[in-house]
């Protein structure tokens, strides 16, 4: 009967400890995450940043800065060569 016990509490610790590994290897992952997290909120500092100081510059040269809905378009383009007529035949 004793053997029957110890068995039994040894099976016991045995699954204890799994679980204990379980919430380590939780708490770890939620570290990572967190530490992911605080990597990606100071690169969008970052950005905020340079996008601050790049508007302030074009301001200070007296360049225009883009409409949102103008943004990537382009307003003009090069002049076709002397001689290459654009009309359809």
């Known amino acids: 009967m004793l053997d029957c016990v110890l ?3 040894r099976k016991l610790a045995e699954e204890g400890s799994r679980y204990e590994s379980e919430e380590k290897r939780k708490d770890r992952e939620i570290a990572v995450l967190r530490a ?3 990597e990606l ?3 969008v500092g ?3 940043l340079e996008l601050d100081f790049l508007a302030c ?3 200070r040269v007296g360049a225009k800065i883009p409409a949102s809905n103008n943004a990537g378009r382009r ?3 090069p002049r ?3 001689g290459w007529n654009r009309k359809a035949s």
């Open 7 to 9: 068995y039994e509490w």
């Open 57 to 59: 510059a074009l301001r």
């Open 41 to 43: 909120e100071a690169d």
């Open 80 to 82: 076709p060569a002397a």
């Open 46 to 48: 970052r950005k905020s």
């Open 36 to 38: 992911q997290v605080r």
């Open 75 to 77: 307003t003009s383009g």
